[in-house]
């Protein structure tokens, strides 16, 4: 599936969280913008960092009327650790098989690693912006925020 635009309506999924309880996009529609936020692998440099600035400007998002779920294809159990962790005050949901990451159209990077992209959704369901970057976690933050300001 090619990757989504601005613009396009975002398609709706069902994933577990954490606790294995179902989170399902549409559930905001109507009340909250979404940033949902892929990435590679539960702690790991990049990625943690990337989680812990989402949890740093988590009240910027919040004043924003944005709610932030983050997908990678890891277990509910390694996305429990990580949370835990690092005290992340946001879902992280899991994508087992990747179904959702190819929903989206966020590709591998070099063959083998998911790649990391990050979509505003407005309340309205639809994408609003897009940013792909593996390496510039922070980046992510920056450009999330921005776009819904």
Request: charged letters at 25%; glycine letters at 8%; a negative charge.
């Amino acid at each position: 599936m090619p990757a989504l635009t601005p613009g396009t309506p975002a398609p709706d999924f069902e994933l577990p969280d954490t606790t294995g309880k179902p989170v399902r996009l549409s559930e905001y529609k109507g009340t909250s913008a979404v940033v949902v936020y892929f990435y590679p692998k539960d702690d790991t440099g990049v990625c943690t960092k990337e989680a812990c600035t989402f949890r740093d400007d988590f009240s910027e998002f919040e004043s924003a009327g944005a709610v932030i779920l983050g997908i990678s294809d890891d277990s509910t159990e390694s996305h429990s650790a990580f949370s835990d962790k690092y005290s992340l005050p946001f879902p992280l949901l899991s994508d087992k098989g990747g179904r959702i990451r190819k929903l989206y159209g966020v590709r591998k990077k070099f063959g083998i690693l998911p790649g990391r992209v990050t979509f505003v959704i407005d309340r309205e369901g639809i994408v609003r912006h897009v940013y792909s970057a593996l390496f510039e976690s922070d980046k992510h933050v920056q450009e999330a925020l921005a776009a819904l300001k």
